[in-house]
């Protein structure tokens, strides 16, 4: 038989037990992989002369892995990236106005492919491409901050 020492000791024993077992299952948070990319939106103008260019990094949150990969949605002759280094990549503008003048390119994190963001380039001037619909949002070309804000 316990004395009431002993019964108070395994009382608080146990309801320690309980509070570091219980108390941590569903307090970790779960965080969500999501990428960032900047400049979110650039316009270039075309040149025969001189290839325009922009640079473009992105990061990855809630990761170590800060792998990214850049594509080209729409085809081939939309212009060509670089290779990826450390979540930067430069994008040269094709030197010819193809079908259309909004270049979508999509960054996918490589540590989750299915989480990924995409930046906009709009080719050419404002009279060979309408007005974005946030125009805030497009720039002249601008170096990039890396790696951008998470």
């Known amino acids: 038989m316990m004395n009431k020492k002993q019964t108070k000791f395994l009382i608080l024993l146990s309801s320690l037990f309980s509070f570091l077992i219980l108390g941590s299952c569903g307090s970790g948070t779960l965080t969500e992989i999501g990428v960032v990319a900047?400049?979110?939106?650039?316009?270039?103008?075309?040149?025969?002369?001189?290839?325009?260019?922009?640079?473009?990094?992105?990061?990855?949150?809630?990761?170590?892995?800060?792998n990214v990969s850049y594509e080209i949605l729409n085809g081939d002759n939309f212009g060509t990236l670089?290779?990826?280094?450390?979540?930067?990549?430069?994008?040269?503008?094709?030197?010819?106005?193809?079908?259309?003048?909004?270049?979508?390119?999509?960054?996918?994190?490589?540590?989750?492919?299915?989480?990924s963001t995409q930046v906009s380039v709009l080719l050419g001037d404002s009279t060979s491409c309408p007005p974005p619909p946030s125009p805030s949002v497009c720039t002249a070309p601008v170096t990039p901050t890396c790696p951008p804000s998470l």
Request: some cysteine; charged content about 10%.
């Open 38 to 66: 900047t400049p979110l939106c650039v316009i270039l103008p075309l040149s025969t002369s001189t290839p325009s260019t922009q640079d473009f990094c992105a990061a990855v949150s809630n990761t170590s892995n800060q």
């Open 82 to 115: 670089g290779t990826v280094t450390d979540g930067r990549v430069t994008y040269t503008a094709p030197d010819t106005l193809p079908s259309s003048c909004v270049v979508i390119i999509q960054v996918t994190s490589l540590q989750d492919t299915s989480k």
